[in-house]
């Protein structure tokens, strides 16, 4: 809501609930008192359809049942759940433990990774916005599969997030007292960001791609930093040739910033921001490619890659309402 209230092309917000018709937003969410003066409405799928684009933030499963009557009655969408980055509906039920949305529109979903697949955004009825912990992971595997530079095998991914990852709920493991002073690793070997990691990736790669992800929570509220472990196939390099690597891929992308070699992202230097800062590091010890990346999850991993979409979706600059410094210190 904050972007939207932020971007020249936007006019009306509609603002849609299953259990809170007629509550204010600003009850919900006391920040925007004095920007957004709207009051929830019920949903209604005929009345969704009827705007230019809806966003759907809804849980995983629900956006399987209310996305498509919407589709069918003509409107756009950008579906910010896991429910349509699955091409595979069997594993999408395997990793996510519920049915999967209905073929046609699961196959025919964009998936949304802006800085990749832009092109294929413009104009489509269904965006797939990815997911948090993929948005980082791919932005780093990508360049490197595309360029055969590693092994589709054994890659590790080492992702760290703050709290606001695990949404607005109340849980025992986001309490303050769990929390703080505390760092733990979660959903070992069963997260359900792996098959659209995987997936997405096998695309560059031509074949099977394997990955062993470990998400770790850490005290902090927003952002995320995902550290990429591949094994070296390509011609010999150095970190100066890796660093040139990912300056090719993303040269002329606007939020994709690759760092100098020797400096490495930080998540307070992406806070609040589309962006998404790449360091890389070839290890010739190891014959490893490291390269870490740093994203809001809340912005780059949500929000700000649907406003992204959107701007892409309608054919406007990619940046517009999203150029904006980041929240430092």
Known sequence: MRLLLDHPDVGEIRLYTHSREGEAIDALYPHLAGFLDVS??????????????????????????????????????????????????????????????????????????????????????????????PTAALLALIPLLR???IEPEGIVLDGKSGVSGAGRGVS???????????????????????????????????????????????????????????????????????????????????????LPPGRQPETKHVAGTNLADIGAVFDGRTNTAIVTVAIDNLVKGAAGQAVQNMNLLFGRPETLGLRRVPLFP
């Open 172 to 258: 025992l493991g986001v309490h303050f007292s769990e929390v703080n002073e505390n760092l733990r690793a979660y959903k070992v070997g069963r997260h359900q960001h792996v098959p659209e990691i995987e997936a997405e990736a096998a695309r560059w790669a031509g074949g099977p791609v394997r990955v062993t992800f470990v998400p770790h929570l850490v005290p902090m509220t927003r952002g995320i930093l995902m550290t990429v472990y591949a094994r070296w196939r390509g011609a010999p390099t150095d970190t100066e040739g890796l660093v040139d690597l990912y300056r090719k891929a993303y040269g002329g992308k606007p939020f994709v910033r690759v």
């Open 147 to 149: 360029a055969e530079a």
């Open 40 to 133: 929830l409405r019920a949903y209604d799928p005929g009345e969704v359809a009827s705007v230019d684009v809806s966003f759907f933030a809804t849980p995983h499963g629900a956006s399987a049942e209310l996305i498509p009557p919407v589709l069918e009655l003509g409107g756009r969408v950008i579906d910010l759940s896991g429910d349509f980055r699955l091409k595979d509906g069997s594993a999408y039920e395997a990793w996510y433990g519920r049915p999967a949305a209905p073929a046609t529109w699961r196959e025919n979903a964009v998936y949304g990774l802006a800085d990749v697949y832009g092109d294929a955004v413009r104009g489509a009825r269904l965006v797939a916005n990815p997911g948090c912990y």
